[in-house]
């Protein structure tokens, strides 16, 4: 039964997408409807990603440099290990993890107090294709979200080499060194590749838990921790898939 209900949830979710594109809104609401989006989504994503990219950032290295413990070990390793967990892993994949949090249970918990107030019934006796209007902004906005990403990789590299060089763990020119030994520049290329994906992820998983939801208020807050759930899964999965398709030689 459970994977017969994945299955339906599944084609259900996919159908969803495909109307998401039909009927679109006129030009000159989609547009606020977007610059909306973007600040309640992205702008307002930048602190907590800023503070957390930046101290794990300082703790990959200093964890690197504790368990340096042979002499013979180069210290620029330090800067290497930083440069590789920030950029391979933990910038686009735990930082869009921690986002199904934050992101997603705001866009399941908007959408689905939505659908209890039957403001999406009344959109759609309006005519207004909802999940257009509704779904179709959150898309867009999320598009912007390797820049994002992007400033998670500068603040975790820059948190590991104030962390290392200020904390006595290695000198500067040792940890740029690091930074720049063995750069492969398809590492940037395949890590903003998966925060593409993950990004259509985060706007449509925690989208399609809201709208479909049913119930009362009590329901809008176990449809947000469903979502949450769901997406980190599925972020989860992508991200293995994507490191098969793209890293394995």
Do not use: C
């Amino acid at each position: 039964m459970f994977v017969i209900r994945i299955l339906e949830q599944t084609g259900k979710y996919f159908m969803m997408l495909k109307e998401v594109f039909n009927r679109p809104v006129k030009w000159s609401v989609m547009r606020q409807l977007i610059f909306k989006e973007v600040d309640d989504l992205i702008i307002d994503s930048l602190g907590i990603v800023s503070f957390i990219s930046f101290f794990v950032g300082g703790v990959v290295a200093i964890q690197t440099a504790l368990n340096l413990t042979n002499p013979l070990i180069p210290k620029y390793l330090i800067g290497f290990a930083t440069r590789q967990s920030v950029i391979l892993e933990f910038a686009p994949t735990f930082i869009s993890i921690i986002m199904a949090g934050k992101m997603g249970s705001f866009i399941t918990s908007s959408i689905g107090t939505m659908r209890v107030t039957e403001q999406i019934d009344a959109l759609e006796v309006m005519g207004v294709n909802a999940l257009n209007y509704l779904v179709f902004p959150k898309l867009i906005a999320l598009l912007l979200f390797p820049f994002v990403i992007g400033l998670s990789m500068f603040l975790g590299v820059v948190g590991g080499y104030l962390a290392a060089v200020y904390g006595g763990f290695a000198s500067s020119n040792e940890f740029i060194t690091g930074i720049q030994e063995d750069f492969i520049p398809f590492h940037i290329t395949y890590a903003f590749i998966k925060t593409v994906v993950f990004a259509i992820i985060l706007a449509t998983i925690p989208s399609f838990h809201g709208f479909y939801m049913k119930g009362g208020a009590l329901e809008v807050g176990k449809a947000s921790t469903i979502s949450f759930v769901w997406t980190s899964v599925v972020i989860i999965l992508m991200n293995y898939i994507l490191t098969q398709l793209l890293l394995s030689k």
